[in-house]
């Protein structure tokens, strides 16, 4: 693991106790070595951190100089607890742990005032049902980073008529929904953009094109022909 995102997940963890938390959870949550984790807090402390406590007694992150004051309403705060609680349906684990850890960081530079509003939200959002389900095959941490670094991946695709095909694609978004997981890309196959259900690719792997710096100027070509095929039925 990089430096920088283990420290990192040390700031997070000590942000999500709040009270004092012992050497050894951090280094169970963290993944590394008591003796690596004293060095971390030492680290964190060299940069600015304002960390109370010591080995044997625990740990507790009383300010954290990388988080810039913030403010919101309390509808603000409410709006963005009921956004991250509507992640799991969503079927990506990491995505909701991304959200989680997002939001505890969000919570950590509130005044306390809100902070305490945060606690004690009025707002809930409840589902009976759940989202659809990513297979244990696919990486939806790979697909995202081709997504971003604008990298080919190759896909064994099941399709809708259960032909099965292998294709190397530009991945260009991900939409979810209640439904499925959906990956628009342009298929190099067809020469052409497709709408790929991500729970029918039975193997996903890197490709080996680039198409940097295409993603965003292909993403708006797709806009504008499904606002034109709908201008075109809609005169019909």
Not at 105 to 133: C, D, N, W, Y
Request: hydrophobic content about 40%; glycine content about 6%; aromatic content about 6%.
């Amino acid at each position: 693991m990089a430096r920088t995102d283990r420290l990192m997940r040390l700031m997070d963890a000590m942000r999500r106790h709040g009270g004092p938390v012992t050497a050894a959870r951090l280094a169970e949550e963290t993944g590394v070595s008591a003796r690596q984790l004293y060095r971390d807090i030492a680290t964190l402390r060299a940069g600015g951190a304002l960390i109370d406590g010591e080995a044997g007694v625990g740990y507790r992150l009383i300010e954290d100089p990388a988080l810039p004051p913030q403010s919101f309403s309390r509808i603000e705060i409410e709006a963005l607890l009921l956004a991250v609680a509507q992640l799991p349906r969503m079927g990506d684990a990491d995505l909701a742990e991304a959200g989680r850890a997002a939001l505890t960081r969000v919570i950590a530079t509130l005044p306390e005032r809100q902070a305490q509003q945060a606690m004690h939200a009025v707002m809930r959002s409840f589902s009976a049902q759940k989202g659809p389900a990513v297979p244990d095959h696919v990486d939806m941490d790979l697909i995202r980073r081709a997504c971003w670094n604008e990298s080919s991946l190759r896909i064994t695709y099941h399709d809708l008529k259960e032909a099965v095909t292998q294709r190397e694609i530009w991945p260009l978004g991900i939409s979810y929904s209640e439904q499925t997981l959906m990956l628009l890309a342009m298929c190099r196959m067809r020469g052409d953009y497709r709408v790929f259900h991500i729970p029918r690719m039975m193997r996903v792997e890197a490709g080996t094109e680039s198409f940097r710096p295409r993603r965003v100027a292909l993403v708006r070509a797709y806009v504008e022909e499904r606002r034109r095929r709908a201008g075109s039925c809609g005169d019909a």
